[in-house]
Nanobody
């Protein structure tokens, strides 16, 4: 069992920045890929970014160039730095961790981008 807790969301103006963090606890030794998904107000589920245990990254086109995902395997954390935020980035952001073919999800953190 792995538990994931996100933090760092909130209200930010367009063009601003946020750093989302996710801390994993429990049976964390075998965690592989981690990442972030988001659920928009329109109920769309979107991949944001993934990072493998070896540090290989993947970004959605919508955030590429504006976002950086990173992880600390010793601390069992994964972060998402988001810059130049747009209103369309508004969503609930969920942290993902995988162990082989099993998925574990956090409770989500709200990001609201609005002037």
């Amino acid at each position: 069992q792995v538990q994931l807790v996100e933090s760092g969301g909130g209200l930010v103006q367009p063009g601003g920045s946020l750093r989302l963090s996710c801390a994993a606890s429990g049976s964390t030794v075998s965690i592989g890929t981690m990442g972030w998904f988001r659920r928009t107000p329109e109920k769309q589920r979107e991949l944001v970014s993934l990072i493998t245990s070896g540090g290989i990254t993947n970004y959605a086109d919508s955030v590429k160039g504006r976002s950086t995902i990173s992880r600390d395997n010793a601390k069992n954390t994964v972060d998402l730095q988001m810059n130049s935020l747009k209103p369309e980035d508004t969503a609930v952001y969920y942290c993902l961790a995988t162990i082989v073919n099993r998925e574990f999800w956090g409770q989500g953190t709200q990001v609201l981008v609005s002037a």
